[in-house]
């Protein structure tokens, strides 16, 4: 690996890793499997991905460190802690006009592992088709509102996946080097696709990262309502299949960068001067959150939209966390329309 730069898979590893080349869990999953990335992209900031749930705790010498690192917690106090609650006795702030006018649109979003798989590159062939028909059958069962349709990126022509990419739908076609790398994209596309209501106010991504993640997104500063939709289409998915959850760590992903809520609130909102003048980074980097491009990690910023979203998944509530990133949102804002 490259010395110039070291992610933090490099900067933590054991001096002993060499000694864990038979160490395998029981879905066959070696240390190198879950460094892989890292090897091969020694740039990237985090490079550690887990193939299935048992690595948290089998390379426990390089995932704790980096998990501590990342999300600035002390994993051997750390306790899984969780409130989906709606909290009408304190509800979000509504943005005046002025920078409700700035933000394009909400998105929240969890990630999920169904219990009884492997994650993305530990899944057979037969496992990811038998685990999308679970979803489906479960997604079936939405009611309301939320009620829609699923689509396999197979029965999709290439306008449609590329016109539902281009409207924030559907994740990017297995153009992430860091998760090719990782394996994540391993029999693309089979057994991938996206179920969306009627509205496409609700959508659910099936086998791109993670197993699931459950989406909800709205046009302007809507986050009540995208966020009492979430809580209501988790609800009623968590009677039709059971997640993998940590006592530590709470749900399980593939990357550790999500673990705990797997919550990602975000907004994709205009920020044409602080991001010229080179605030944005330093302004996330105060309220503990993250800019990305409109099309997602790794890519640009258009005509001065970002996303920006929490940076900590975990360590702290749902609930603490949509009302970190909309209070940050908000100081960012304060810079950006200041006279």
């Not at 590159?121 to 028909?133: D, F, N």
């Amino acid at each position: 690996m490259a010395e110039e730069h070291k992610s933090l898979t490099q900067k933590h590893l054991p001096e002993e890793v060499w000694n864990w080349s038979t160490k395998l869990t029981s879905h066959g999953t070696s240390f190198y499997d879950c460094i892989s990335s890292a090897v091969h992209n020694p740039k990237s900031n985090v490079g550690l991905y887990a193939p299935d749930a048992e690595v948290y705790d089998v390379f426990s010498e390089l995932f704790h460190p980096v998990i501590a690192e990342y999300h600035n917690v002390d994993v051997a106090t750390l306790v899984s802690t969780h409130d989906l609650g709606k909290h009408e006795d304190t509800p979000l702030k509504t943005f005046s006009n002025e920078y409700a006018d700035a933000i394009v649109s909400t998105r929240v979003r969890v990630g999920r592992t169904v219990k009884g798989y492997p994650m993305a590159s530990k899944l057979t062939k037969v496992q990811r088709a038998e685990l999308e028909g679970k979803i489906k059958e479960a997604l079936s069962g939405l009611e309301g509102d939320l009620a829609g349709t699923y689509k396999s990126l197979n029965e999709m022509s290439d306008s449609e996946r590329d016109e539902l990419i281009e409207e924030h739908l559907l994740f990017n076609n297995a153009d992430d080097k860091c998760l090719k790398d990782a394996g994540g994209y391993d029999d693309w596309p089979n057994n991938r696709g996206i179920f969306m209501n009627k509205t496409k106010d609700f959508i659910v991504w099936v086998n791109e990262e993670d197993h699931i993640r459950i989406i909800s997104m709205q046009k302007g500063p809507s986050l009540p309502q995208v966020w009492a939709r979430l809580i209501e289409a988790i609800a009623v998915m968590e009677t039709k299949l059971e997640f993998v959850k940590h006592d530590k760590f709470g749900y399980l992903t593939y990357c550790p960068t999500n673990i705990g809520t797997g919550l990602r609130a975000s907004v994709h909102v205009r920020v044409p001067n602080v991001s010229a003048n080179g605030k944005l980074k330093e302004l996330c980097k105060e309220y503990a959150l993250q800019p990305r491009g409109v099309h997602g990690e790794h890519t640009e910023s258009v005509g001065g939209v970002y996303d920006i979203s929490n940076k900590v998944r975990i360590g702290k509530t749902e609930w603490e966390l949509i009302k970190t990133m909309w209070e940050g949102v908000e100081k960012i804002l304060d810079q950006e329309l200041a006279k």
